[in-house]
């Protein structure tokens, strides 16, 4: 069981993702629970603003202190968790981090607005900046939610079944193969021969060398880790691993595995 508290001025945003198939699932199950804080419900103003213009100039409004300390204060043991700022400036989100997350029992994300958040909130709380990318948001409700949906896949409980986090592409350090379904034949498309055959050891050995192509062609740096990583290749004959062994290779020019 994961406690995600969620402090914003937009909690409406969240119903979707909460009641969304999984993660409501989840939330059911007693796997996950996010709790929402709306920051507006903190403040002293009395025009129930949340926002201020920035010292020294400057577009935009900045979050005051005062409704986010008091928002932050009112979670029960907020000293002993983790407590993410989501914003651009921050360390960019990854598998790491994602782990690392999803082993602690309660943490807090605070989404700022506007222009950005008075730097003595961040201080105070020592703030972890947490970024899921190189690019702008409007605001940090739609990075939480990704952050919110990355780490629930590593909680037990919230996948059928408990391995499939690990085999997706990425965490298993290679991209994945390509993927199909039926019918075998769409409008002329056909499904790759090997993949209806029923063979399940010719498939594993078809998917994994089509991942190492694809990882080769997308994300070399990322088959390079791979491969110095020693994948134990297990299940795979000697004629197989040969193959494999071959395969990378004449993609990367090294031979290892
Ligand atoms: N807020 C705005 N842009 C963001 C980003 N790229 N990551 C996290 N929070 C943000």
Redesign the pocket.
């Known amino acids: 069981m994961i406690r995600i508290n969620v402090l914003t001025v937009f909690p409406e945003m969240f119903g979707p993702v909460k009641e969304q198939s999984i993660l409501g699932k989840a939330g059911e199950k007693g796997a996950i629970e996010i709790n929402l804080i709306n920051i507006r419900d903190f403040t002293e103003d009395k025009h129930r603003r949340t926002d201020d213009t920035p010292f020294g100039g400057g577009c935009g409004m900045l979050m005051t202190p005062q409704p986010v300390f008091d928002a932050l204060r009112s979670v029960e043991g907020i000293k002993e968790q983790p407590i993410l700022?989501?914003?651009?400036r921050?360390r960019i989100?990854d598998e790491d981090m994602i782990r690392e997350l999803a082993e602690v029992e309660e943490f807090t994300i605070l989404?700022?607005h506007y222009e950005g958040v008075d730097q003595r909130i961040l201080d105070h709380w020592n703030m972890r900046?947490?970024?899921?990318?190189?690019?702008?948001?409007?605001?940090?409700e739609?990075?939480?939610m990704v952050l919110i949906d990355a780490v629930s896949r590593f909680i037990p409980g919230v996948l059928g079944n408990e391995e499939s986090a690990e085999d997706e592409s990425v965490y298993s350090g290679l991209l994945e193969a390509d993927q199909y379904t039926r019918p075998r034949d769409f409008e002329g498309m056909e499904v790759p021969e090997i993949l209806t055959g029923g063979d399940h050891k010719k498939i594993r050995l078809w998917q994994l060398k089509e991942s190492i192509r694809i990882t080769a062609e997308r994300r070399p740096e990322m088959l390079e880790t791979w491969v110095r990583s020693e994948p134990e290749l297990d299940g795979f004959t000697k004629k197989e691993k040969k193959e494999i062994t071959d395969l990378i290779k004449s993609l990367t020019g090294k031979k290892t595995c």
């Open positions: 700022y989501m914003s651009p921050g989100l989404c700022g900046e947490v970024s899921i990318g190189d690019y702008v948001l409007t605001g940090g739609l990075p939480a």
